[in-house]
T-cell receptor, first 117, second 111 residues
């Protein structure tokens, strides 16, 4: 297992277009998280899944954003009708919950950098 | 409320100790973390501390937690140029739930 993988690494899109990002977590991890990071800021929580269930969504996640984890493995984050304010690094992380190991923290991917022009 | 604050910049000379500070507001936080982010890279977990501890040491890293003042610090001994990065503290109050991050401290290590 090579850690958390995110694809693509970079995405440039025109305002109004839809984009979709993919995250492949560490295979035995049952929790998957999405964060957004803008320049000079820390990551902001967007949503997380335990297996295929979406357990929490931030108020930051407008109705243009949707995330899925259909089989409890990889996840996709879609942004519809992109706006310039959506330009950011989108980070995915995974962890193993329910076994007392959540205190070990979360493993982050390298992120997808979105630029909306 | 959820708020984690850090000073934005720290500059030290190679070989000196670095101390990066963090304050948080949620007294129910159970785990507090330190992450390192190098340019163009994701977040690397450095260390964490459980809220019933007041100190944790891991090689060159020492974490101090003052729960009364909601203050967390990360000390890096014998700082090297490879330690130059942005350091984030983060908190969570439920197992495996969302992490709340500070805005990050940019550490610059001069030779």
């Amino acid at each position: 297992d090579t850690g958390v993988s995110q694809d693509p690494r970079h995405k440039i899109t025109k305002r109004g277009q839809n984009v979709t990002f993919r995250c492949d977590p560490i295979s035995e991890h049952n929790r998957l998280y999405w964060y957004r990071q803008t320049l000079g800021q820390g990551p902001e929580f967007l949503t997380y899944f335990q297996n295929e269930a979406q357990l929490e969504k931030s108020r930051l996640l407008s109705d243009r954003f949707s995330a899925e984890r259909p089989k409890g493995s990889f996840s996709t984050l879609e942004i519809q009708r992109t706006e310039q304010g959506d330009s950011a690094m989108y980070l995915c992380a995974s962890s193993l919950a329910g076994t007392g190991r959540t205190q070990d923290g979360y493993t982050f991917g390298s992120g997808t950098r979105l630029t909306v022009v | 409320g959820e708020d984690v604050e850090q000073s934005l910049f720290l500059s030290v000379r190679e070989g000196d100790s670095s101390v990066i500070n963090c304050t948080y507001t949620d007294s129910s936080s159970t785990y507090l973390y330190w992450y390192k982010q190098e340019p163009g890279a994701g977040l690397q977990l450095l260390t964490y501390i459980f809220s019933n501890m007041d100190m944790k040491q891991d090689q060159r890293l020492t974490v101090l937690l003052n729960k009364k003042d909601k203050h967390l610090s990360l000390r890096i001994a014998d700082t090297q140029t490879g330690d130059s990065a942005i350091y984030f503290c983060a908190e969570t109050w439920n197992q495996g739930g969302k992490l709340i991050f500070g805005q990050g401290t940019e550490l610059s290590v001069k030779p």
